[in-house]
């Protein structure tokens, strides 16, 4: 394999760099939206009157997250930002590996007792 990287200028490689950094950000504030939104469909999206926040652990899969600081980063403050202050005191986001299988086979089970439920009514 030719690799053409190194006959590129300074000049193009910063912008392929602030090229990769913005559509990194913008793939990371998505997932915070995502992640805001079940947490919202939860209702854990707002602490309780007068009831401590039971604590929120989402669990992240993917060489991105888990080597691409800029990106975790970007997406913990966004989830920061959606959620507000208090809020996000009790919302932890961690690598996971193979969390994307656990979470195959979690979303698999669920819908096989959907489909249980659905039957005998």
Same mark, same amino acid.
């Given at each position: 394999?030719?690799? =053409?990287?190194?006959?590129? /200028?300074?000049?193009?490689?910063?912008?392929? !760099?602030?090229?990769? #950094? $913005? !559509?990194?950000?913008?793939? &990371?504030?998505? +997932?915070?939206? @995502?992640?805001? @939104? $079940?947490?919202?469909?939860?209702?854990? *999206?707002?602490?309780? *009157?007068?009831?401590? =926040?039971?604590?929120?652990?989402?669990?992240? *899969? @993917?060489?991105?997250? %888990?080597?691409?600081? =800029?990106?975790?980063?970007?997406?913990? +403050? /966004?989830?920061?930002?959606?959620?507000? %202050?208090?809020?996000?005191? +009790?919302? %932890?986001?961690?690598?996971? #590996?193979?969390?994307? @299988?656990?979470?195959?086979? $979690?979303? &698999? &089970?669920?819908?096989?007792?959907?489909?249980?439920?659905?039957?005998? #009514?």
């Amino acid at each position: 394999m030719n690799s =053409q990287v190194p006959t590129t /200028s300074l000049k193009i490689r910063k912008v392929v !760099i602030s090229l990769c #950094n $913005i !559509i990194a950000t913008r793939g &990371a504030r998505l +997932s915070a939206a @995502g992640i805001y @939104g $079940i947490l919202k469909k939860i209702g854990r *999206d707002m602490p309780k *009157d007068g009831e401590t =926040q039971e604590k929120s652990v989402i669990a992240m *899969d @993917g060489g991105l997250f %888990e080597h691409y600081t =800029q990106f975790s980063e970007c997406m913990e +403050s /966004s989830l920061n930002e959606l959620l507000g %202050e208090e809020a996000s005191e +009790s919302v %932890e986001v961690i690598h996971s #590996n193979d969390g994307s @299988g656990v979470g195959a086979a $979690i979303l &698999a &089970a669920s819908h096989s007792q959907y489909l249980e439920d659905s039957e005998t #009514n």
